[in-house]
């Protein structure tokens, strides 16, 4: 393989991780939020890597579309499962598991 060619593909992996965590970061504030607003305990104080595929924006051009994953407890009880879909920085969506009122 060509130097050059193997160092664009260094500095694409390192752009996709370094984006990656700042999206990460948007998507762990994002389910925080919705857990206070629900009134309830966002465990681990993080999100998990789920999928990753190609979207497309509302205007037509394509971005990354990441899913993670999240706990939360109602009651300290049992943990409940929650879900942030971001496409490239914007939070889409956050479903939450049905779960027990603490």
């Not at 990354?64 to 920085?89: H, I, W």
């Amino acid at each position: 393989m060509d130097s050059g060619i193997i160092l664009v593909f260094i500095l694409a992996l390192l752009w996709f991780w370094w984006d990656s965590r700042g999206v990460a970061e948007i998507a762990i504030q994002a389910a925080r939020r919705k857990c206070e607003h629900a009134d309830l305990t966002f465990l681990n104080d993080t999100v998990g890597w789920k999928k990753i595929r190609l979207r497309r924006n509302r205007q037509g051009r394509m971005q990354l579309q990441r899913t993670y994953f999240f706990e939360f407890a109602s009651d300290m009880a049992e943990r409940y499962k929650g879900e942030v879909v971001m496409l490239g920085r914007q939070v889409t969506n956050i479903s939450m598991d049905v779960h027990r009122v603490g």
